[in-house]
């Protein structure tokens, strides 16, 4: 299984940028699909961005979709999440996870996903 650890959270204010990263160890990510996603304090866990493989077109929700952009560098076995215009509302817990893209939809629904991070925390101040 690999394992995943996720930073560059922070305090940010409205309109600001932030870029997460997610390193993964215990395997290469070459053939996983890597998603992010999100968790607000009383709120469902929801998927704000993936991608199932080096080839395959990103996926984001309506709701963060020219905002947000997930990028990956092989060689550093790491995924990448950027925020731009960020928002209030994006206020909240950010996952990484990681499956073998065949087991993953194209929707990238959270319960597709086995290895997750622990998080990172992203606040936007308004």
């Known amino acids: 299984q690999v394992q995943l650890v996720e930073s560059g959270g922070g305090l940010v204010q409205a309109g600001g940028s932030l870029r997460l990263s997610c390193a993964a160890s215990g395997r290469t990510l070459s053939g996983y699909a890597m998603g992010w996603f999100r968790q607000a304090p009383g709120k469902e866990r929801e998927g704000v961005s993936c991608i199932r493989g080096s080839d395959a077109s990103a996926y984001y929700p309506d709701s963060v979709k020219g905002r947000f952009t997930i990028s990956s560098d092989n060689a550093k076995n790491t995924v990448y999440l950027q925020i731009n215009n960020l928002k209030p509302e994006d206020t909240a817990v950010y996952y990484c996870?990681?499956?073998?893209?065949?087991?993953?939809?194209?929707?990238?629904?959270?319960?597709?996903?086995?290895?997750w991070g622990q998080g990172t925390q992203v606040t936007g101040s308004s």
């Open positions: 996870a990681a499956e073998y893209w065949v087991y993953v939809r194209s929707t990238c629904p959270p319960t597709d996903f086995a290895s």
